[in-house]
């Protein structure tokens, strides 16, 4: 597998495996830590009697070939992509090298390999089998109709926050008596009623 950048090529590996890794607006460090620990510990090789799906790149001490992937967090919207959903350049790329500095600190730092983040890149993958596994943190969606459904959320409330005064301003705009008893639900019905619904 070998990644190049304009002619140049920028990494290469024997054995192994190449990661496409697509980074979340949501992705935290437990997300880091949890694919770090599956991609190292996937059993994926077969074993010296050739029984299949039996050891990990670790057992084998094979390589491993990083390739920052922003378009794995695609949605399509009709049949246009959006990437609204992949982390921001300069959060993902802090992201991205600490991602790579924990598969170094767990595993062997000579064997892990990467390309050059956000370039336009040819990735040349000879894939045996072929074999492709798609892994999702614990806590990543699991489908399109889930991520729309995160969507409309976060559209919501950046809207709702966006037309619901601040307390502060209302107790400003909003004259109200001690003696009123209906003074505290009249403020919270406010509240309510500019609600989307």
């Not at 959006?82 to 598969?103: R, V």
Request: hydrophobic share 30%.
């Amino acid at each position: 597998m070998k990644e190049q950048v304009s002619e140049e090529q920028i990494s290469s590996i024997g054995r192994g495996i190449c990661v496409l890794l697509g980074i979340s607006v949501e992705d935290t460090q437990k997300e880091l830590e949890h694919m770090v620990r599956k991609i190292l510990n996937l059993r994926m090789f077969e074993d010296e009697s050739g029984k299949q799906w039996s050891k990990s790149v670790m057992d084998k001490q094979y390589e491993v070939l990083c390739v920052s992937q922003f378009t794995l967090q695609c949605i399509l919207k009709g049949n246009k992509p959006d990437y609204h959903m992949a982390m921001p350049t300069e959060q993902a790329e802090a992201f991205y090298n600490s991602f790579l500095e924990q598969l170094r600190k767990t595993y062997k730092p000579e064997l892990i390999k990467d390309g050059k983040f956000g370039a336009y890149m040819q990735v040349n993958i000879q894939n045996d089998g072929p074999v492709t596994i798609e892994l999702e943190s614990p806590a990543a969606p699991t489908d399109s109709k889930q991520l729309a459904k995160l969507e409309k959320q976060q559209q919501r409330k950046e809207k709702t926050r966006m037309k619901v005064p601040s307390e502060s301003s209302r107790e400003k705009n909003v004259p109200r008596s001690k003696n009123d008893p209906s003074a505290s639900s009249g403020a919270e019905g406010d509240v309510s009623s500019e609600r989307e619904p």
